[in-house]
């Protein structure tokens, strides 16, 4: 009787070479982009026009597919539970990859543990921005009006435990005031409410905020990061108005399923890389007030975990649950 024991080391011989051929085809078949927030939003946004360039170094469609839910978790875990064959992708976040680890209790995944860091996509530029109709002119105006009537002003953000959530509760902590957080599944939604006054202000990307604010229908009171930004260098920062220290940045990076095999990461990082520094693709980025910032698989491995050691504290000290 064979022992079937004795048989695997064959078999795995076998299949290497299966395997090896598959990682140098790669890829030969569509790749799925997945997403955890609407179509319209600046991860949307950023995920489509990268997707329609990097398609044709790769020789395969990429099609994009949005998964909302639960601040970017139904879309991570999604991807973590996929094959480590490159055909399924992750465009993540700060919040299901910084901050819902210690948000959620409860998460069927860790984002430093379950998925494959291949590239850095680019910074997302936020703004506070208010209707056009509220009197609030200055960061200061809006917070002597959360003073004087506490617990009434509403802030729309795109998710619990997203880049605006964090930066309104940095906003009440630090200046002291109280507000009604109201969370959508994304920008699209959110920018609406916004402009129709149905909420009093928003930390809100500014691809979606500027072109409201040109137009009249928005104000634009701040932008949340520690300098002024040079897409947007006649908006002061939110440390100018009084609140020193405050700063929120939000990104997106390319993600794969854990144990993605090596060539597949330097193949899919290179082509980001050679995508996010097409001169045509960066100004069309700027225009819509996105930055493109490719990096190596290794420096994305580093800065999630830089990332998540530094919201972890921040998370628990405001007390910001999913609920």
Known sequence: MIDRRSLLPAASLLFAPVAARAQQDYPNRPIRLV???????????MARAMS?????????????ENRPG?????????????APDGYTLLMGTIGPLAINP???RDLSFDPLRDLTPISRIGVVLNVLAVPADR???????????????PDTLTCATSGVGGAGHLANEQLNTLAGIRTIHVPYRGGGALQADLVSGKVD???????NAAPQAEAGRLRLLAVPTAARSALLPGVPTVAENGLPGFEMVDWN??????NLPAPIVAKLAEAVRATLTTPELVAMLAERKLEAGPSSPQELAQFLRDETAKWAPIVRAAGVTPD
């Open 35 to 45: 997403i955890g927030f609407s179509p319209s939003g600046s991860t949307d946004i």
């Open 52 to 64: 329609a360039r990097l398609q044709s170094l790769l020789g395969q469609p990429i099609v994009v």
């Open 70 to 82: 639960a601040g970017g978790n139904i879309a991570t875990e999604q991807v973590t539970r996929a």
């Open 102 to 104: 210690t948000l959620y």
């Open 135 to 149: 009197p609030w002119r200055s960061v200061a105006e809006l917070i002597a009006a959360a003073k004087a009537r």
């Open 201 to 207: 202000y928003a930390f809100t990307t500014a691809v």
């Open 253 to 258: 990076a390319l993600l794969g399923p854990r």
